[in-house]
């Protein structure tokens, strides 16, 4: 083609004179270059013993072939690369051999896809009959867009809900040339040993085991997110890093309960819930990512038949009839759900066929109840229900107008309610019944956003001591041990690509808080927004100063005195609340000969003497600027109320809001685990530098020291 037609601009319709044209070649097709000889006598047949070369026309190009449109460079590098050619378009013999004209910034096409991410250690497996994500170690995995959104189909979901999802993505990225994943792993697995373990308490675990599993699962699932996030914006990822982390762990054998069992699971309790069906995979509760039935082969005489072992219940089927003991359960299959296809009767295989063995058979079968994540309007949380058997087995035709396999379960006797307890909360909620025994229905008398009521079911005190309520810190002079800085200029809010944010480049150059309101990751010390920045009050690194964000309640325990739980369920890494009350000046701690009884102090200066690892990146105690000791009982908040346990479920982080002037050091507390709902929230109190008095402990802990201070 003419020279001239260039590579400045795209050429301009119909001004192409095809006549001149040589050779029509789809952009799709990518013919072999040769370098041409001086002594060539024809075109193009290329020289004997030229070297084969197959570029892609992203580039990088050698020196010997030139870019086209629309993948050319600068025009500077272009202009240089045609005045080494001949008038052919050869290459000129005096340049060098190699890949010396990258061309650094391509357009390219959208019929030029980036190559699909790694798929080492992944079989691809059929689903409803298209070939499509990822299988892995016996479980398969599921793609969506949105973090922690969770498919509830038995069989497949929606095509056109999964073309939705798929519009617009390039793939899952499992891993990244500028991330080490290994090391990021390995530097959370570090406190917890959990390599040596033997193969023995992988394929059988215990209760430690399935913690540290799914601790370790969460923080790197966390970290990923985090690196996600940090991305451009411009960058289209699937985000799912639950995927991610659970298929890395998986492969690397980092799990418990692989061996599939019937009946109870090891380490997994009644009421434990779980917020991605990957954690379930990770402890053995329930080996499908996406299916709602599981089954195993068990041998019978001469044949393997298949059993249950467990089935989620998520309403993925309108079909399904809940009620606390009594789940009437619809078998998978049909395309019921499927819009692109017809709809057909189910059939008696797969998990239907388990289900008819193990109803003939009468073997015990785990329930996941699904429940809506009101955090996550497309996210689930899923409940573990305990055991339940089949009592009955019926064929009938179902709302889709197709025959539907119909299972009812009946709970057995005996466990710990659970999914009653959830429904009595939601009906505290909704007004449909009054929470019984309630002194105060708000004990902040509207000071916090979400009320926190004052319940006695023990015995008829009518409250804790007289307190002034207060949600955050009283100081009652500045603190300035270190120099304060200029706050953050993020009009719109602290976003996490933006690395020209002051409150980002404290903080490490990452966020330390998900889009959620979840702690990433835990530092010795957490830099929030503070007077100074100009970001609004609802900036993602402003959490810890807005509230609580669960509905908390202040009970009355039978031997603890007075504690604290909650009525929502709350996410590992969660922000709970903040230790308000007076800072107490350190001079007047030595007028009173450095100690303070009080049942209602925060000593910041203690240290922690744990039974178990905290999900802590940076693997030191808290760092705080100057010693901080908070007396809650006079003025206070609802962490005044938590508890001390020897095995506690919230950690607290010290969080430091810089202003112009001064700065304030705060207390948040946040979730070490997923804790179920009406659960107490305790935390450890720590061992003071100074030997004081020791208190008995109570806690209930298999790991109790029998004390605390």
């Known amino acids: 083609m003419d020279q001239t037609l260039g590579h400045d601009s795209a050429p301009a319709s119909g001004s192409v004179d095809k006549s001149r044209v040589w050779d029509v070649t789809p952009l799709r097709r990518l013919v072999p270059v040769f370098p041409s000889q001086t002594d060539m006598s024809s075109f193009p047949t290329p020289p004997a013993g030229a070297p084969f070369i197959c570029v892609p026309p992203t580039g990088p190009f050698p020196s010997e072939v030139a870019p086209f449109y629309p993948f050319f460079g600068s025009l ?4 240089h690369h045609e005045q080494n050619q001949t008038p052919f378009g050869f290459p000129n013999q005096n340049v060098s051999f190699g890949y010396n004209n990258p061309i650094s910034d391509a357009v390219p096409l959208n019929s030029f896809r980036s190559p699909p991410p790694s798929t080492a250690g992944l079989t691809p497996i059929r689903r409803n009959g298209d070939t499509d994500p990822q299988y892995l170690s016996g479980f398969s995995i599921h793609i969506s867009d949105v973090e922690g959104s969770q498919g509830t189909s038995k069989s497949g979901g929606s095509k056109t809900k999964s073309q939705k999802r798929r519009k617009g993505r390039r793939g899952t990225n499992f891993t990244s040339p500028e991330v080490d994943m290994d090391a ?8 917890f040993n959990v390599m040596e373990f033997d193969e023995s308490r992988k394929a059988d675990g215990d209760k430690e085991l399935v913690g540290y599993i799914l601790l370790i699962f969460d923080l790197f699932r966390r970290k990923i997110s985090q690196l996600e996030d940090s991305r451009e914006a411009t960058i289209t990822l699937t985000r799912r890093p639950d995927l991610k982390a659970g298929a890395i762990l998986m492969n690397k054998g980092i799990r418990t309960n692989s061996r599939k069992r019937i009946g109870l699971v090891p380490g997994v309790e009644v009421g434990d819930i779980f917020f991605f069906r990957m954690e379930m995979c990770l402890v053995g509760l329930h080996s499908q990512s996406m299916a709602g039935i599981d089954y195993m082969g068990l041998k019978s005489s001469q044949e393997e038949e298949p059993l249950a072992v467990s089935i989620v219940s998520s309403g993925g089927y309108e079909d399904n009839v809940e009620d606390a003991e009594v789940l009437i359960y619809s078998g998978q299959g ?3 759900y499927r819009k692109d296809k017809d709809v057909m009767d189910q059939k008696l295989e797969r998990g239907n ?6 109803f003939h058979k009468g073997n015990e079968i785990r329930v ?20 339940y058997k089949i009592q009955e087995s019926w064929l009938e035709k179902g709302k889709s107008g197709v025959n539907v396999y119909k299972y009812k379960l009946v709970r057995l006797p005996g466990q710990r309610e659970v999914f009653m307890t959830w429904r009595l909360i939601q009906q505290w909620k909704d007004g449909i019944i009054s929470r019984s025994e309630v002194i105060l229905p708000d004990l902040t008398s509207g000071a916090e956003n979400i009320p926190v009521s004052l319940v006695n079911e023990v015995d008829n005190e009518k409250g804790p001591e007289h307190f002034t309520y207060f949600p955050s810190l009283k100081y009652s002079k500045t603190e300035n041990s270190v120099e304060p800085s200029v706050g953050c200029t993020c009009r719109s809010g602290c976003l996490p690509n933006n690395s020209n944010c002051s409150c980002i480049q404290k903080n490490a150059g990452y966020l330390p808080y998900a889009i ?27 959490l810890s100063q807005g509230g609580p964000r669960v509905r908390l309640e202040v009970f009355k325990t039978k031997d603890k005195g007075w504690a604290l739980r909650s009525w929502d369920p709350i996410r590992a890494g969660a922000f709970i609340c903040e230790y308000a009350g007076e800072v107490i000046d350190m001079s007047e701690i030595e007028k009173l000969g450095g100690e303070i009884e009080d049942d209602y102090v925060f000593d910041a200066t203690r240290t922690r003497q744990l039974a ?6 940076s693997h030191e105690a808290p760092k705080i600027p100057f010693p901080l000791i908070i007396n809650a009982k006079a003025v206070g908040n609802v962490a005044r109320f938590m508890n001390h346990s020897c095995s506690p479920n919230v950690f607290w982080q010290p969080i430091l809001r810089e ?47 029998g004390y605390f201070y």
């Open 76 to 79: 500077e590098s272009q202009r």
């Open 184 to 191: 990021i792993l390995n530097n959370i697995l570090s406190p």
């Open 334 to 336: 049909g395309n019921i």
């Open 353 to 358: 066929l388990a289900l008819d063995k193990s």
């Open 368 to 387: 996941i109840r699904g429940v809506k994540d009101v955090a996550t309007p497309s996210g689930k949380i899923y409940v573990y229900d305990g055991l």
């Open 516 to 542: 959620n309101g979840i702690l990433v990751n835990q530092n010795s010390l957490t830099h929030e927004c503070g007077f100074s920045c100009l970001c609004p009050s609802n900036c993602r690194n402003r």
């Open 612 to 617: 178990e690892p905290l999900p802590d990146d």
């Open 659 to 705: 202003s112009k002037k001064d700065y304030d050091l705060h207390i948040a507390f946040h979730a070490i685990k997923h804790i179920p709902p009406m659960t107490e929230l305790t935390y450890d109190y720590g061992v003071p530098d100074k030997a004081e008095r020791k208190k008995n402990c109570l806690c209930g802990s298999s790991k109790c020291r």
